[in-house]
């Protein structure tokens, strides 16, 4: 489904990304963990055209998307959840979600994708009218997640979804990462600096260090792997 | 009595101008964080365009109120078209250099249009007709609210009012307040950024036109420089509500005119700008991003 080929991303002259190369299949749940800098996040805002790549191709369902703008991008199917969540802080959390169907005319799918979600966050239900920026943390992650899934996305980015938060809301959020993908077979690519976490519920991953992709394999072979294991697992 | 309520319309007028020129300061820096020089130079371009239209189109036969919206309504596409321009020639191509570059365009830009209307119009002050007709209705208050400053006020609430609900509930409204206050979001939902700040500079530099002719009906007469004074008044204005803040752009021009005027009034007129910009120092000494200003924090 996306085809990351032999990328190379700077910002200005440095350059962030080696020669990265990454497949996702249709349906998956694909991790990419690594240290702090070691490009995944640069890796997603390549994918989104954010900080578009200056080498190499990305293919989304066979058609190449390197060149295209964010604006064009999304409409495509391809939807990120960004690291610190990136809430609109004062527009309240209806504004925030209908940020996210920015690009949808189809007025009926909206609410019916509306009611989906608040049946998947009920608190986000309760906090409607109330600005972004109040929310906490947790609520927060609730509607990042929210807002890029009434996109409707086929591929859904999520950058450090679990980043401060709470122990049993990391294990909430998770568990509705693994329902969003079982129910719509809505395609994760999933980074993460909880390795942990990440390895239990994606099916492959990839391991990044300095920009560059280390190691791939399934993510149960990563699991067992003793370098990733004393590296992220602090095992 | 008469004479308060005489300043207070007074200043309420001038507070109006001031607040559909600021409108355009504060919605550019929200956008891009901006301060844009040039904008005054749009509202004096609107004035000059609202001249040249009305005494065209008086030669045509058209006269009094016709002639204000036809004039209004030239104005303030012709001053979106400078903004719109302005923008694309002056500040999109800096878009990531460093922020002193765009700052240092905005006052070459500013020059340059000043320079360029006093070449293609005159260094003269120019009459400005009275287009806008002494209402019968308004003879019992006439000693403290004229016709001219009645409209002047009843226009700004209108494009105010106008102003909110697009902001608020229109499409590009809502993308531009996602644009403002986070850019990369916004772009990952969609927004295409170029359009919403293309949108920012024809909405702002509309709202000045409509400032900069009925003004000049008001005052009757123009000239090349009154863009500049504008300019830094509802600039000023603008930074005492809180720049970004579009509430905060018209609290900010209106006590700024109350100011003004009050203090011509009841002490001297020597005074005007001295008042003026010593509430500007107490703003900023005390509260620095303004009355209705945030201080940006953000949480991660």
């Known amino acids: 489904m996306l085809s990351i080929r032999n990328i190379d991303t700077f910002y200005g002259n440095i350059q962030a990304l080696h020669n990265v190369s990454i497949e996702i299949a249709e349906g998956e749940i694909i991790t990419l963990i690594g240290a702090n800098g070691a490009g995944k996040t640069t890796t997603l805002m390549s994918v989104c055209g954010v900080v578009p790549p200056r080498t190499g191709e990305i293919l989304f369902r066979n058609q190449p998307i390197h060149h295209l703008s964010p604006d064009k991008i999304v409409p495509l199917g391809i939807c990120q959840v960004p690291e610190g969540r990136l809430i609109f802080p004062y527009m309240t959390v209806m504004e925030n979600l209908d940020m996210g169907a920015y690009l949808r005319k189809d007025k009926n799918g909206i609410k019916h994708d509306l009611e989906y979600i608040f049946d998947l966050f009920p608190i986000l239900a309760q906090r409607k009218t109330q600005a972004g920026g109040t929310l906490s943390g947790g609520e927060q992650q609730m509607l990042a997640m929210s807002r890029a899934l009434m996109a409707r996305p086929k591929l859904l980015l999520l950058d450090e979804p679990s980043l401060g938060l709470a122990p049993l809301i990391i294990k909430q959020i998770f568990e509705i990462i693994e329902k969003i993908n079982a129910e719509n077979n809505t395609t994760v690519f999933l980074v993460e600096q909880n390795a942990n976490q990440a390895l239990k519920v994606a099916h492959r991953g990839y391991v990044m260090e300095n920009g560059h992709i280390s190691l791939t394999d399934s993510a149960e072979n990563l699991m067992k792997n003793e370098d990733v294991r004393r590296a992220y697992l602090g095992l | ?300």
């Not at chain 2, 993308?175 to 919403?196: I, S, Y």
């Not at chain 2, 000045?208 to 002719?213: I, T």
Request: proline share 3%; aromatic share 12%; with cysteine.
């Open chain 2, 1 to 300: 009595m008469d004479y308060f309520w005489e300043l207070f319309f007074g200043g309420l007028t001038r507070g109006s101008i001031y607040a559909l020129i600021a409108l355009g300061y504060t919605m550019v820096y929200g956008i891009i964080e901006l301060i844009n020089f040039a904008h005054g130079e749009v509202y004096m371009i609107g004035a000059f365009t609202g001249l040249i239209v009305a005494g065209v189109f008086s030669l045509m036969g058209f006269s009094g109120a016709s002639l204000l919206v036809l004039a209004m309504v030239i104005a303030v596409l012709y001053s979106s078209a400078y903004g719109y321009t302005i923008e694309k020639i002056a500040y999109k191509p800096l878009r990531g250099a460093s922020r002193l570059a765009p700052l240092i365009s905005a006052i070459g830009m500013s020059i340059f249009l000043q320079n360029y209307v006093l070449l293609a119009q005159t260094s003269d002050f120019l009459p400005f007709p009275a287009l806008i007709p002494e209402f019968d209705f308004m003879e019992p208050y006439i000693d403290y609210l004229g016709s001219s400053e009645l409209v002047i006020i009843l226009t700004t609430v209108l494009v105010m009012i106008a102003l909110t609900v697009l902001i608020k509930f229109t499409k590009i409204g809502k993308a531009m307040r996602a644009t403002a206050q986070n850019k990369k979001m916004a772009m990952l939902t969609g927004v295409n950024v170029d359009h919403v700040i293309s949108m920012t500079f024809i909405i702002g530099s509309g709202l000045a036109a409509v400032g900069g002719v009925l003004i000049a009906t008001h005052i009757g007469q123009i000239n090349f420089y009154i863009g500049f004074i504008a300019g830094l008044k509802a600039f000023t204005a603008a930074v005492l509500g809180g720049i970004g803040s579009i509430p905060g752009a018209v609290l900010g021009s209106l006590i700024l005119g109350w100011t003004e005027s009050f203090a011509t009034g009841y002490i001297s007129s020597d005074y005007e700008d001295v008042f003026a910009f010593c509430l500007l120092v107490l703003i900023l000494i005390f509260r620095p991003a303004g009355i209705l200003g945030r201080s940006t924090t953000q949480k991660v």
